[in-house]
């Protein structure tokens, strides 16, 4: 079974930068589908990003050109590379992956069936 542990949140001011990372236990190649998904305090989680099994990439509106997913499978690590942060941009950031042989991304938690626990990143300005 794969799990997914966070890694790299924090804290940093408005205007710099954080790396996620999320290592997966097993390699990475079960996963159609990998994302990264935030919970802001008294918000309902939204999708961020998710990158597919051919690498292809997608961003929520608010992150785009800011934030940049990455997947490496010869180290089962999915990070994300979050420049020019916001204060709006606090929020507990979740790593998923959609695990099988047959699926695609999509904007939907259900979409996914493996969840991180969860790493804090707090923006101030």
């Known amino acids: 079974q794969v799990q997914l542990v966070e890694s790299g949140g924090g804290s940093a001011q408005a205007g710099g930068s954080l790396r996620l990372s999320c290592a997966a236990s097993?390699?990475?190649?079960?996963?159609?589908?990998m994302g990264w998904f935030r919970q802001a305090p008294g918000k309902q989680r939204e999708w961020v990003a998710d990158?597919?099994?051919?690498?292809?990439?997608e961003y929520t509106g608010s992150v785009l050109g800011r934030f940049t997913i990455s997947k490496e499978n010869a180290k089962n690590t999915l990070d994300l590379q979050m420049d020019s942060l916001k204060p709006e941009d606090t929020a507990t950031y979740y790593c998923?992956?959609?695990?099988?042989?047959?699926?695609?991304?999509?904007?939907?938690?259900?979409?996914?069936?493996?969840w991180g626990q969860g790493t804090q990143v707090t923006v101030s300005s």
């Open positions: 998923a992956a959609g695990v099988g042989s047959v699926g695609t991304c999509s904007t939907f938690e259900r979409t996914y069936n493996t």
């Open positions: 097993e390699v990475m190649y079960r996963s159609y589908c």
């Open positions: 990158i597919d099994d051919r690498g292809n990439t």
